[in-house]
Each structure stands twice: as structure tokens, then as C-alpha cells.
């Protein structure tokens, strides 16, 4: 089968098993040289994003050399599955009024200490003109944010990949 026949199989299984329609869970062929890619966005933040992957996954094909593991030219096929940005926004809304509250805390006396996101296990900080998001279990710094809207998608995305791990 090609690209284009694994991309109607998966459409069909989500529809047969779940009852998710392409407004619901987009699923996209597309070739390049020597290979090919299925690309699948979840475009409703209620669909469990670890059940459609177990779906997807079963097309993907990437052929490795039995030594070095490495992935050899011609003939893969890679499977992509992620939220869409709407959903990633809906997800992240969740969080944005424990991120709010956790900013309002921040001590400008203070520009080391880091607030907790409610009960997420996130941190929150300011560098400079910039909030940090640090990880759960000291993790680290996961990365400077514009806003509190940025950090709750983060936020939602990483608890989202955990929940689905």
C-alpha cells in the first residue's frame, strides 16, 4: 500500500472504532523524494491523542541498517500526530488561570524565586522581561514565554505527552 492508502485506512478505522469524522481528526498523505509521510492532526482537544497515535503508528515504515541503526534513504514512511493549534489552545486553557494566578505571585524584590502552577508541578519565573517555565521534578527550564497563554499550551502539551506515555 502507499501513502495515499494508509492515510484512507486510518481515516476509515477512526470512523469504524470511534466514530471521529475528518472534521474531527484530519489525516494527510504526502510524498518527497525517495519516501513519503503521514501527517494527522487531532483538531478536537476531547480526542485522545495516545489513541489515535496507536491507530497511525501501524502505517509508519522506516528501514534502518542492521549495525548502526541508522536510517537508510528510500522507501520510508514517517507518521506525524499532533493537536492542532485550536486544540493545543483549548487544552492550554485549562491551565491559564493557574498560570495567571502563579505570575501574580512572582516577587519583583524576588527575581530568582519561582512560583508553582497550582497542582501541575510547574514553576514559573521572570527573566528579565520574559517568564520561564521550569519543568516538574527539577526538570530544568523549559524555555522563555511572551505570555500566560504560551506557558498554559506548553503546559497542556507536556501534561498531555505525559498522560500519554
Request: glycine share 10%; charged share 20%.
Amino acid at each position: 500500500m502507499n501513502a495515499t492508502e494508509y492515510a484512507a485506512q486510518i481515516r476509515s478505522t477512526l470512523k469504524k472504532a470511534h466514530g471521529w469524522s475528518s472534521r474531527q481528526v484530519s489525516v494527510r498523505a504526502e510524498y518527497f523524494s525517495m519516501g513519503s509521510s503521514l501527517e494527522v492532526v487531532v483538531k478536537d482537544p476531547a480526542i485522545p491523542l495516545p489513541v489515535v497515535k496507536a491507530v497511525a503508528e501501524q502505517a509508519e515504515s522506516i528501514r534502518r541498517c542492521e549495525y548502526s541503526g541508522e536510517i537508510l534513504s528510500g522507501g520510508n514512511r514517517y507518521v506525524s500526530v499532533r493537536y492542532s493549534h485550536q486544540a493545543q489552545q483549548t487544552i492550554g486553557a485549562r491551565y491559564l488561570e493557574a498560570v495567571q494566578a502563579a505570575i501574580g505571585r512572582l516577587s519583583p524584590e524576588h527575581p530568582s524565586l519561582l512560583e508553582l502552577v497550582g497542582d501541575t508541578g510547574f514553576l514559573v519565573g521572570r527573566r528579565d522581561w520574559l517568564l520561564t517555565l521550569w519543568g516538574p521534578d527539577s526538570a530544568g527550564c523549559l524555555g522563555q514565554h511572551n505570555g500566560p497563554q504560551s506557558i498554559a499550551e506548553t503546559i497542556g502539551a507536556l501534561i498531555v505527552a505525559r498522560e500519554a506515555a
